[in-house]
């Protein structure tokens, strides 16, 4: 099934095209005109420059007048083999198509609502034939059974002429067009965008990166460059203003050796308040007893970490370097 983008805006039309699977670029006046365009000529020119095939519009009173502009407009410069005119349907709008096929050019006849309509596109030769789906739903038709219709009749009776899904307004549109099998179909940029976005999709990639990550990752790379040390002979009062500086909820307390003395969490600083009071801030930090911290190599990768974590039920490890403290890791950088 092809795949055409529906836009006029010159932006949406240059991110979509670097997918670079994108068939072509549909669009219109009233598109132009919502974008403010006033050059439309000059706009067709650049945009045929920027896709690989550029549906436009052939307006005329008579097939006349039709063929006239769309031979004006391929006088711009235009690839015939790269341009699709698109003609409303209409008496005069098939005798155009039949016309213009006649000269070996590519016809989209649109703005299709029934199946006649259809059916007499097919046999003036159109390249495409395209039902407004839409538009069809916002008037309480049956959009769907059409397009099926113009599709089986494309199938049974052979025609050369591709159906266009059009008028594409959700997600769910581009599902009905796979599921009937249209040949073609053409979708804003904004619909285009989310038919890659699943939730579980994203919460799936986000495990796979976190996976990889842990396996490939250094605890080093990891830690965010703070290392919360204070020296032994620092009271508690203001080794509570450095943790809160540091942004950890523990700090790292040194002997004058540089040697890692004990690590003092939130946790230790409420203990030590309910058994000694307020008293106990004007205390140094050598004053209190400290376990083995628990610590963690920076050359060990983030894998290990998370063993310890879950082992451990802590919320930080320490981070050491030739033994020496460089960091702390929290459960939450992990």
């Not at 068939?23 to 219109?28: A, E, S």
Request: charged content about 20%; overall charge negative; some cysteine.
């Amino acid at each position: 099934m092809e795949l055409y983008l529906d836009s006029a805006n010159l932006k949406e039309i240059e991110e979509g095209f670097k997918l670079g699977f994108l068939d072509g670029l549909t669009t219109t006046p009233t598109f132009m005109q919502k974008e403010g365009i006033t050059d439309i000529d000059g706009t067709i020119v650049r945009l045929s420059k920027m896709v690989p095939v550029l549906q436009i519009e052939a307006l005329g009173n008579t097939a006349e007048e039709i063929l006239k502009e769309a031979k004006r407009q391929l006088n711009l410069g235009l690839d015939p083999a790269r341009t699709v005119f698109k003609i409303p349907v209409s008496l005069e709008g098939v005798r155009a198509c039949k016309m213009l096929r006649n000269e070996g050019l590519l016809v989209n006849v649109h703005l299709v609502y029934t199946l006649q309509q259809a059916y007499m596109a097919m046999q003036a030769g159109a390249s495409y034939v395209c039902p407004l789906v839409g538009r069809l739903q916002d008037q309480g038709h049956d959009a769907l059974a059409l397009v099926e219709q113009c599709v089986d009749a494309v199938d049974y009776y052979g025609y050369d002429t591709k159906i266009m899904f059009s008028s594409v307004r959700n997600n769910e549109h581009v599902r009905n067009a796979i599921n009937i099998g249209v040949h073609t179909i053409t979708v804003p940029l904004k619909i285009l965008k989310s038919l890659t976005e699943n939730n579980f999709t994203m919460l799936g990639t986000e495990q796979f990166i976190r996976d990889t990550r842990l396996m490939t990752v250094k605890v080093r790379e990891a830690v965010n460059g703070v290392n919360p040390l204070v020296p032994s002979s620092t009271p508690l009062a203001d080794a509570i203003v450095k943790m809160t500086e540091y942004g950890f909820g523990a700090i790292t307390v040194i002997n004058t050796d540089g040697s890692v003395k004990g690590v003092f969490t939130d946790g230790d600083l409420r203990r030590v308040l309910g058994s000694d009071g307020r008293d106990v801030l004007g205390k140094k930090m050598d004053a209190f007893k400290y376990n083995t911290p628990i610590s963690i190599d920076a050359d060990l990768l983030l894998n290990e970490a998370a063993g310890i974590f879950k082992k451990t039920n802590v919320d930080t490890l320490l981070v050491t370097s030739s033994g020496k403290p460089i960091g702390m890791l929290d459960i939450q950088d992990l």
